[in-house]
């Protein structure tokens, strides 16, 4: 017991010291989870111990949690509309990677067919614990190219059963293939039918009645029954433990529950995430990569230029250019199921320890590289195709004396609409890219990203506008946009719409030239339009918000 205490110690004090160096350089916190479990595990050197298994097991509901609030957004009316893009797109994504990785690992690499086979459609997988996660984080997720990721990550997920079972066919010669897909079917069918039939009558009754205790630990606790229930009934049955948590998630979707159980689970899916990643990094034996160094890097960087080539050929079918590059750039690397498949096939003598840890290597480094690569999807993919949608990486303007409008909601379209109809040169900076999309369908010059970025204050040309209008609604974005702001240009003529005194206050000791109180403005307007005649004619000013 004192042992395991001081490696959870010693792990979250590396995790922790080591997370708080890599934000200062913008490197994603999921490097730092895979690095302290390389440093933890060569320190205690317990690689392959029932330590290890259990650690495994906990940071598989990582995935599990992951999948789950996955589903709570793709309800199955939503799934139905995007039957295309995950049918069509995931089974052309999965089956054209493996054709093409097949025959280069099974004739020059001189591997055998049944090795090949594994390597071909273990590495079609791509990363659903950092990929999902980033999409969330940054918004992503509901952008044209985010959806298609989705969609292609939700079918691969799928994909991961039929492998699993193809591997265990091809480890027993006494089983036939007939065999294997009649039992696959059969539990299929169980599992959908009692999740969609009694299954979802027992979930609806189990949160109705808990949130009606108005206690959130019942509340809490009943969501976890149903997220571990769901995944052990689908692990039973021969499936992944996500797919069950899939289900789930998609049930929840239907029902009024599903914003408050995804704002519940949140915290319990990130540290079990964290869990997961400190898992894969224990998997990373530095003798063995030190001795095979170029060939690692190699077959990884192959595998993912394959990957991406083939990703950008389905997307640009259907979408535009910059979608089909950010698509590929997501979803090029190998995913975390491929440890599922390469441990099965390793347990099965399929494939041998020598090469199983090769390619447990090549998918661990893959996955170290990924976080770098998605936190700047966009501007990789700036690289490739111009466009006005690159986060926080503008094209410098040629604009002098124009008015910067930070946020395009209700506000800042009226704001847009009055600068417009009086002709004056503005812009809008905002990190919402459907208010981005709005805004530049509606003709005015929009960018995506965040004002408090001093690229983005460069390229906006801050020190050269008339004036810089904050219409963003939370107190904090609008501390921390003002101070950038001013740190980078002091003399900048700063408007903030406030919405109520306190606002104000928190905000005096920031050098902003002008307030306005919306409800303040709106009381006079009331009062004016009041006092005037009956038979005035009516302000266009009802007509601004749209």
Not at 229 to 234: F, K, N, V, Y
Request: glycine residues 4%; hydrophobic residues 50%.
């Amino acid at each position: 017991m004192d042992s395991t205490l001081i490696i959870i110690f010693i792990s979250l004090a590396i995790a922790s010291v080591l997370n708080i160096v890599l934000k200062k350089f913008s490197i994603s916190h999921i490097i730092g989870y895979i690095f302290t479990g390389t440093i933890i595990s060569n320190i205690f050197h317990f690689n392959g111990s029932q330590d290890l298994d259990s650690l495994e097991l906990i940071g598989e509901f990582g995935i599990v949690f992951l999948m789950f609030t996955i589903g709570l957004e793709i309800s199955f009316s939503k799934l139905k509309k995007m039957k295309e893009i995950v049918l069509l797109n995931g089974t052309l994504q999965v089956v054209l990677s493996a054709l093409v990785i097949f025959p280069i690992a099974h004739f020059i690499f001189q591997l055998n067919t049944t090795s090949s086979i594994i390597i071909a459609l273990a590495f079609s997988l791509s990363s659903t614990a950092i990929v999902l996660t980033y999409l969330k984080k940054s918004k992503d997720i509901v952008t044209p190219y985010g959806e298609k990721s989705v969609a292609i990550l939700v079918f691969q997920d799928l994909a991961v059963i039929p492998i699993l079972l193809l591997i265990s066919f091809l480890a027993n010669d006494q089983l036939s293939i007939g065999d294997v897909v009649l039992k696959t079917l059969l539990s299929a069918t169980l599992v959908i039918v009692f999740m969609f039939t009694l299954g979802k009558k027992l979930i609806e009754w189990l949160l109705h009645f808990s949130t009606n205790a108005k206690l959130e630990e019942l509340f809490l606790g009943s969501v976890l029954t149903i997220v571990i229930g769901a995944s052990l009934l689908a692990h039973e049955m021969g499936f992944t433990y996500s797919l069950g948590a899939f289900i789930a998630g998609m049930i929840i979707a239907e029902t009024t529950f599903h914003v408050k159980v995804e704002s519940d689970i949140a915290s319990y899916k990130d540290i079990l995430l964290g869990a997961f990643f400190f898992s894969i990094g224990t998997k990373i034996d530095i003798l063995y990569f030190s001795t095979h160094l170029y060939l690692v890097f190699g077959v990884l960087i192959f595998t993912m230029l394959v990957k991406a080539l083939i990703i950008y050929a389905l997307m640009k079918r259907k979408s535009n250019k910059s979608d089909s590059i950010k698509s590929a750039l997501a979803l090029c690397q190998i995913g975390e199921f491929s440890f599922a498949i390469f441990t099965l096939a390793i347990g099965e003598h399929l494939v041998s320890e020598e090469l199983g840890s090769f390619l447990i290597l090549v998918t661990v480094l893959s996955m170290i590289i990924t976080p770098f690569m998605v936190n700047n999807i966009y501007k990789l993919a700036s690289y490739f195709v111009v466009e006005f949608f690159e986060s926080d990486k503008i094209t410098p303007i040629n604009n002098t004396n124009h008015t910067i409008i930070c946020g395009f909601a209700i506000v800042g379209r009226i704001v847009a609409k009055e600068l417009d109809k009086r002709g004056i040169d503005f812009l809008i900076i905002s990190d919402n890219l459907q208010h981005v999309l709005l805004a530049r369908e509606r003709g005015y010059m929009a960018y995506f990203g965040h004002l408090d970025k001093r690229p983005v204050l460069e390229s906006l040309k801050v020190e050269q506008s008339a004036s810089v209008i904050i219409t963003v609604n939370t107190l904090l974005n609008k501390k921390i946009i003002c101070q950038a702001v001013l740190d980078y240009y002091p003399h900048a003529n700063l408007v903030v719409k406030i919405n109520s005194l306190e606002e104000k206050a928190a905000l005096n000791g920031i050098a902003i030239n002008s307030f306005v109180h919306a409800q303040h403005e709106a009381a006079v307007l009331l009062v004016k339009k009041s006092l005037a005649p009956v038979n005035k004619p009516l302000s266009d000013n009802t007509a601004l918000v749209e």
